[in-house]
């Protein structure tokens, strides 16, 4: 994702939707963290799945230091994490069984290379998406996910996502939450830049409706 471009996409997407535009007022500025290591992206999202953010902070960080890799890169590689023993990650880190088992089936299909997470940024968002969901565990929010804080790709929009089908309903007065078909009505005018606007509706419900 380009920052120097934000003004640009902040000015085009508050002009297109003047609901929208107010809630940018609102928010203020745009600000995203882009993780550098696909791998470990992943890993961290497996692990934030159907967790509150503050547990799932936690355990992620247990899970980078019990690795502690200080002269590489990566805080962990694939097979550091396949060959860690399923009893340490409960005890010591606090992963369930599930997880256990979705970050090591990544970690073998990266090892093996099915999965080359170092070529995903030249394929397109669905090809991304298609070879993701190959995973256990990682489901197309999952994988959207990957697209916006690691790769930075700047039109994507998670209609199955809680928070923003609450704030869509709440922005645009809807009488219940909206389908997957509404919101892609409501947000085609924002293509392409459908992650910013995304960013700005989970920052609004957080900011006026605290959410977990």
């Not at 606090?94 to 394929?123: C, F, P, W």
Request: charged fraction near 20%.
């Amino acid at each position: 994702m380009n920052i120097n471009n934000v003004t640009v996409i902040i000015k085009f997407l508050s002009q297109t939707d003047p609901c929208l535009g107010e809630i940018i007022r609102s928010v203020g500025d745009f600000s995203i963290k882009i993780r550098k290591d696909p791998f470990s992206a992943l890993i961290e999202s497996i692990m934030y799945q159907q967790l509150a953010g503050s547990a799932a902070r936690v355990i992620y960080s247990r899970f980078i230091k019990y690795y502690n890799n200080n002269n590489n890169s990566r805080p962990f590689l694939p097979e550091q994490v396949l060959s860690t023993p399923n009893s340490v990650l409960r005890s010591s880190i606090g992963l369930s069984n599930k997880k256990i088992e979705y970050i090591k089936d990544l970690s073998a299909k990266v090892m093996q290379r099915k999965l080359d997470v170092s070529t995903l940024h030249k394929l397109s968002d669905e090809e991304i998406i298609a070879q993701l969901i190959q995973v256990k565990g990682i489901g197309r929010w999952t994988a959207e996910m990957f697209l916006i804080f690691c790769l930075g790709r700047l039109d994507v929009l998670p209609v199955t996502d809680l928070g923003i089908r609450k704030a869509m309903q709440k922005i645009y007065s809807l009488s219940e939450l909206p389908k997957p078909t509404e919101m892609l009505s409501i947000t085609q005018p924002w293509k392409p830049y459908r992650t910013v606007a995304r960013w700005y509706l989970w920052k609004s419900l957080s900011k006026f409706d605290p959410i977990g």
